[in-house]
């Protein structure tokens, strides 16, 4: 739960998401994060990822970071069974549960799932994607956005998750622990990069932890 959102109105917009898209598979999903304290991006801001994926016609998507599939859930259904979700996660065992989960919701056809660094992963792929999303370890997002921005096609999207922390990227709040701390600047870093970039144009939704999303117009 980030503390940018009165707890009230992200309940509001959970529940929204939810009444729009009932699945127990996604139910269960959530509830392994929880119980793992396992950072999901949760089913607002999942549901936005969807929607941008959608409101372009993604039909090929590349996760960095993909974790135990709960993302890729959300692309693999914007994309349908003829698009192509290319995932990627550091944790071996997160291939297992993620083919476990999408197999059951009927969402594993799209799915390439690469074991591995994602940079290494994106470097083995051939070709444009249309939407690159972005949530690996955070000291990793400006190489990350290096990368991707040559990588996404002319209408295509950057999405990238946790780019307000908490607030802590303005200053808001109170320091957190040092790990949290040391990768707010490689956080506002990438920010910076995407705002400067003049091929891209793009915003900042602060659903959640802050979604950004950049639209590649050159
Ligand atoms: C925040 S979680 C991803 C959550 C997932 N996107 C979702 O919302 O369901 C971050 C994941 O990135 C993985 N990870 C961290 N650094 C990575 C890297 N450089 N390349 C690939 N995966 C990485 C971790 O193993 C972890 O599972």
């Keep these: 739960m980030s503390p940018l959102q009165p707890p009230e109105v992200a309940d509001y917009l959970t529940h929204l998401a939810v009444a729009e898209h009932r699945d127990q598979v996604l139910d269960e999903m959530e509830l392994r994060a929880g119980e793992m304290g396992f950072p999901i991006i949760g089913r607002s801001a999942a549901r936005f990822l969807e929607v941008a994926a959608r409101s372009i016609g993604a039909k090929r998507v590349l996760e960095l970071g993909s974790g135990f599939g709960y993302?890729?859930?959300?692309?693999?259904?914007?994309?349908g069974a003829d698009g192509e979700v290319v995932c990627s996660d550091l944790d071996p065992a997160n291939?297992?549960?993620?083919?476990?989960?999408?197999?059951?919701?009927?969402?594993?056809?799209?799915?390439?799932?690469?074991?591995?660094?994602?940079?290494?992963?994106l470097a083995a792929q051939g070709g444009e994607f249309d939407v690159i999303f972005c949530d690996v370890d955070k000291e990793a997002?400006?190489?990350?956005?290096?990368?991707?921005?040559?990588?996404?096609?002319?209408?295509?999207?950057?999405?990238?998750?946790?780019?307000?922390?908490?607030?802590?990227?303005?200053?808001y709040g109170q320091p957190g622990p040092p790990e949290r701390e040391?990768?707010?600047?490689?956080?506002?870093?990438m920010t910076r990069l995407v705002v400067d970039d003049e091929r891209y144009v793009s915003s900042i939704i602060p659903l959640r932890d802050g979604v950004q999303m950049a639209l590649r117009v050159s």
């Design 71 to 79: 993302s890729a859930y959300f692309f693999a259904g914007a994309v």
């Design 95 to 121: 291939a297992d549960r993620a083919e476990g989960y999408l197999r059951r919701a009927g969402r594993w056809g799209p799915v390439r799932w690469w074991t591995g660094d994602g940079l290494e992963v």
């Design 141 to 171: 997002y400006p190489d990350c956005w290096r990368a991707a921005a040559e990588r996404l096609r002319v209408g295509g999207l950057w999405l990238c998750d946790n780019v307000l922390w908490d607030g802590r990227v303005a200053g």
């Design 182 to 189: 040391a990768v707010i600047d490689p956080i506002r870093d």
